[in-house]
C-alpha cells in the first residue's frame, strides 16, 4: 500500500501526485494540515513537512525532490518508457536545477506567501495565527511572481519541454507548482503565451485529472482552472 501524506495546496505534494499518476501508482491520499502539529505526522517527518510517502509500512520517504528519485528509481525502472530522470549527467543536473526552482526558488518568493495568506489563514484558527491576509505580503509575492512568470516562459520558448527534449520531473514540479498558483487565479496566462501553451500540454495529461477535481472547502477555483483549453 502506498500512502502519501499531502496538502491539496503544496507544491511539492502536487509535483508527487503527478509523478504517482504517470508512473501509474495509485496512492491513498492522508490529508494533512501541518499546522496542527499531530504527534503521529511528526513521528514520521519530525521537520512537519510535507509530502511525506509511505510504502508497505517501509520507512517514510521525505520532501518532493527525494520522494520523485525514489519513484523514478523503483517504480520507473520498471517502466522505462514512463522514467521521469532523463540521461546523462548535464540532462539531470538540468531537470534537478528546475524542480529546485520550482520547490525551493519560487515556493520561498511566491507561493507560500500566497497560500499562507489566501488559504492557511481561513483554515487556521486565529490562536494559531489566522485571520486577515497580510496585504504587503500579497504584494511582495506577486510582485515576484511576474519575475518568475518571465523566467518560465523563457524556458517554454525555448525548449519543447522545460529540461529539454523530454518530459522530466522538472516539468511536474513546475506544473504542480504553478497549479496551486492557477487555482487561486495568480497567474496571468494572457501575458506569456509559450507557458500558457506548455501548461495547456501538461493539465491535458490523465496524471492532472484529479488535481483539477479538487476543491478547498470555501474556497473553489477560477473559471478556467478546469478548462484544457483556458
Known sequence: ?????????????????????????EPNLALENIWEGREEFLRLNPAGSLPVLVEDDQQPVV??????????????????DR????????????????????LTKLEDEVTRYLVQERVTKRQMPA???GGAPDSSALRFARGNLKYHIQYLGYLASTRKWMAGDHMTFADLAIAGALSVLDYMGEVEW??????????????????????????LRGLPPVSHYVDLDF
Open 190 to 215: 494572457s501575458e506569456n503565451e509559450p507557458l500558457k501553451d506548455w501548461y495547456a500540454r501538461m493539465k491535458s495529461r490523465p496524471s492532472f485529472r484529479p488535481l483539477l477535481a479538487e476543491r
Open 127 to 129: 490562536s494559531a495565527g
Open 1 to 25: 500500500m502506498t500512502v502519501l501524506y499531502h496538502h491539496p495546496m503544496s507544491s511539492g505534494s502536487r509535483a508527487i501526485r503527478l509523478a504517482l499518476g504517470e508512473l501509474g501508482v
Open 63 to 80: 520532501g518532493a525532490t527525494v520522494i520523485g528519485e525514489y519513484l523514478d528509481e523503483t517504480h520507473g525502472v520498471m517502466k522505462p
Open 83 to 102: 522514467r521521469l530522470t532523463p540521461e546523462g549527467t548535464m540532462a539531470r543536473a538540468e531537470m534537478r536545477r528546475l524542480v529546485d526552482w520550482a
